[in-house]
């Protein structure tokens, strides 16, 4: 748990220290550690769309069967000689777990506005910690404390990526292509997914320079599995099929690698 060091007051912004089970600063602002490992420093309730306990239940059983495995190397790949490593909107912590298990010297911090993924990313890796924290709303670091960001389908704040981000630093930013699982938004009629192009995701810090692995092929999936992977995303708001049936699905990812 050694990556909570990292972290802020979100009061005050001075350093925060562990003592008998909480976090401190020296202005005696204290924040609990949950029994489970994880630090809420959200401030307040979460918003109504943070993934719920059954989210992240169906996220960590889809991705816990490796169907997802080529994305998590692309992006373990692009941090790759990184020591500190952060994940925002970080889930489950699936994608931080594979560049940890890739840096055996690293240590690495997930982010996330529910506490439901707090709560598993917390254990998604021995040298991982995991924090509620919102990264619109800023999060909860010293400038510069990163050598490598991930972010993973998840929502991106440009301002606050160079923030945190070292001199040397490196952003990994993983996006779905415009056909990326378009079999199953046409059989069951989900939310359309943007199709993040990676000059888009480039031309958001225009000074770095940019590299681009593009992740394609194809998943065959029972059922559960269809159910799973469309429960563990934002359709789970809107409507999951009761019992869909077997499909071949299109994964198509672009996985940008940003230097400053």
């Known amino acids: 748990m050694s990556a909570l060091g990292w972290l802020v007051c979100p009061r005050c912004g001075a350093p925060l220290s562990r003592r008998d089970g909480a976090l401190v600063c020296p202005a005696r602002h204290s924040f609990d550690i949950a029994r489970q490992g994880y630090v809420n420093l959200l401030g307040h309730a979460a918003p109504a769309n943070a993934d ?3 989210m992240v239940a169906a996220r960590d059983r889809f991705l816990g069967g490796g169907h997802y495995a080529p994305i998590a190397a692309a992006v373990a790949r692009g941090a790759a000689g990184a020591r500190r490593i952060l994940e925002v909107g970080a889930g489950t912590g ?18 996330d506005v529910s506490p439901a993924a707090a709560r598993r990313a917390a254990r998604c890796h ?5 924090v509620v924290a919102d990264t619109w ?14 972010c993973v389908f998840a929502p991106r704040n440009p301002a606050e990526f160079d923030r945190l981000l070292a001199p040397t630093g490196r952003l990994v930013v993983a996006v779905p292509a415009a056909e990326h699982l378009g079999e199953l938004r046409s059989r069951h009629g989900l939310l359309d997914v943007p199709g993040d192009k990676a000059a888009a995701i480039a031309a958001a810090w225009p000074a770095w320079s940019a590299d681009v692995e593009e992740v394609r092929y194809r998943l065959d999936l029972t059922g559960d599995q269809v159910a799973d992977l469309i429960a563990m995303g934002p ?21 940008v690698t940003l230097r400053r």
């Open 52 to 54: 719920t306990p059954a």
């Open 94 to 111: 699936h994608y931080l777990a594979a560049a940890l298990d890739a840096a055996p010297d690293a240590e690495g911090l997930a982010t």
């Open 126 to 130: 021995p040298r991982a910690a995991a």
């Open 137 to 150: 709303a800023g999060l909860p670091l010293p400038d510069g404390a990163v050598d490598a960001l991930l």
């Open 235 to 255: 359709n789970a708001f809107h409507t999951v099929p009761a019992a869909p049936e077997a499909a071949s699905v299109t994964v198509a990812v672009d996985v």
